[in-house]
């Protein structure tokens, strides 16, 4: 439903619009929210956390640190945004009448773990509940516990790791949704249901009611998921999973990502429907606008997809010093550092082409394919040489650099997806090409990498590939960035 990072998700409707967001981790702004009228075509419309004021994220903040897992409720005419920013911070609600934003500064919810959800009962009193899985009562005006925190499920026995609960009142029963067996290939979701926001829950006799353990589905990893009932009275479901490729143990490189499926209900029960890598089904299309593959960055402010390492400083970028350019003034000496100067988006197809105009005659940067701290590969110019790096943990790949006239130029990355074959055995999940263009418009591939580096089952964490502008040292500019799926879009 939506491609490439964007896990953890969250819904509400509000009249005839969805709206959804996901966890962003050691990325800055945080939160990406979402609308829809359909559950199948998106539009970003904003970041929840676009401040320093919200969310500060220090040096010391680990890769797949960061935010984690939020909840998005509409309640009394706000909506109710509840987060947590792991290690440092804690948890924390914000509000807004316009999801789009501007979003209010914190309130911080001290007792509460990760995962949190809210729910709100006839009363008007606020539930939060979280991993563990833990409750307690809030006020959500000061953040103070109105009791003690207490468990009040501990999902299926023997099941590791009960989290992302999501509580709802259906026909005057509590339903209790969670997810059980770990973010990777035991992940599932499970349900239990009671007569008041705090119990006493018994479990559906069928649970898990989703997961693609031990199966061949191309999706797995399915888990963590809410539901949402639509304007018609059909029910859904959005939840995370993975598309891996290649040989043992399948490498998935995009993160993981949002899908969807039907929901019905049996004998009290919600039962999940078909999980396909397309969506078949579902309410009247209402397309939104398709963003321009293309970015010239003429506008006033950056477009909400781009995210940038821990934090965007106002001294590290400016769409001002050099009108419809991008530039980046360095702060740290390469991607290994946590305060690398990067503009970069979501890698959303395993087959794309990005392509950006860049003046690096003042500095030394480029485009990068970012997994972590410790594992990218990028196409840097500078000092009128053109090389390719690439880290993969400790060790450190440099490819001969490749002198190129003075000037702009255009600099491209490509990825294209590889499996065994007669006469291809590869088992990688894809391969990464990196270059740049002559004026004539030809590919010179300068370095074709192994895509199953970048991976989480290599560098493991919780994120997916991001694809991006960088700059390590003086100042670099950037004219334009194009970002294309290559063939079919649904790779």
């Given amino acids: 439903m939506i491609p ?155 099941a590791q790791w009960p989290e992302a609960p999501h509580l709802y009142e259906v026909d005057g029963t509590w339903y209790l949704l969670i997810a059980e067996g770990g973010t990777d290939a035991g992940h599932g979701i499970s349900v239990a249901r009671g007569p008041a926001p705090d119990g006493p829950f018994e479990p559906c006799p069928d649970n898990p009611i989703l997961s693609h353990r031990s199966t061949d589905h191309p999706i797995q990893n399915t888990g963590h998921g809410d539901l949402v009932r639509a304007a018609d009275g059909s029910w859904w479901m959005v939840f995370l999973g993975t598309r891996p490729r290649g040989g043992s143990p399948g490498w998935h490189v995009l993160g993981r990502e949002t899908f969807v499926a039907p929901v019905t209900w049996v004998d009290g029960w919600p039962v999940v429907g078909e999980v396909d890598t397309r969506m078949r089904f579902g309410l009247p299309p209402q397309p939104v606008p398709v963003p321009p593959a293309r970015d010239d960055f003429d506008g006033v402010d950056l477009r909400s997809c781009w995210i940038s390492v821990r934090a965007r400083p106002a001294h590290a970028w400016s769409l001002k010093d050099r009108p419809g350019w991008l530039t980046l003034h360095a702060q740290d000496g390469s991607l290994d550092d946590p305060s690398v100067s990067f503009v970069g988006r979501r890698q959303q197809h395993h087959s794309c082409r990005v392509r950006a105009l860049v003046d690096a005659s003042e500095g030394h940067g480029g485009l990068a394919v970012r997994l972590d701290d410790q594992h990218h590969y990028e196409v840097e110019a500078g000092g009128g040489e053109i090389g390719v790096r690439a880290r993969i943990g400790a060790l450190e790949h440099w490819r001969s650099a490749r002198p190129v006239p003075d000037g702009p130029v255009v600099l491209r990355i490509e990825t294209q997806p590889s499996g065994p074959s007669p006469d291809h055995p590869r088992q990688e999940p894809d391969v990464v090409r990196l270059g740049y263009e002559t004026p004539t418009g030809q590919f010179v591939v300068i370095d074709e990498l192994d895509g199953r580096y970048l991976s989480t089952q290599v560098a493991g964490g919780f994120t997916g590939r991001v694809i991006g502008m960088y700059a390590i040292s003086g100042t670099v500019r950037f004219d334009w960035l194009a970002y294309e799926p290559n063939g079919d879009a649904s790779l």
């Fill in 4 to 158: 490439g990072m964007h896990p953890d998700p969250s819904i509400c409707r509000v009249g005839g619009h969805y709206y959804l967001a996901c966890s962003s981790f050691e990325y800055f702004p945080g939160v990406p929210v979402f609308r829809s009228q359909d559950l199948v075509h998106w539009e970003q419309i904003g970041n929840a956390l676009d401040r320093t004021t919200q969310l500060d994220l220090p040096p010391s903040t680990p890769s797949s640190g960061g935010v984690y897992a939020p909840t998005l409720r509409h309640h009394d005419g706000r909506f109710h945004l509840v987060t947590s920013v792991v290690p440092h911070a804690g948890t924390m609600v914000v509000t807004s009448t316009d999801p789009a934003g501007p979003w209010s500064d914190p309130v911080w919810l001290p007792d509460v773990g990760i995962d949190p959800d809210l729910a709100w009962d006839a009363d008007g009193t606020a539930w939060c509940t979280y991993a563990g899985i833990r409750q307690v009562r809030v006020d959500l005006a000061t953040g103070a516990a109105l009791e003690k925190p207490r468990k009040i499920w501990s999902g299926t026995p023997g």
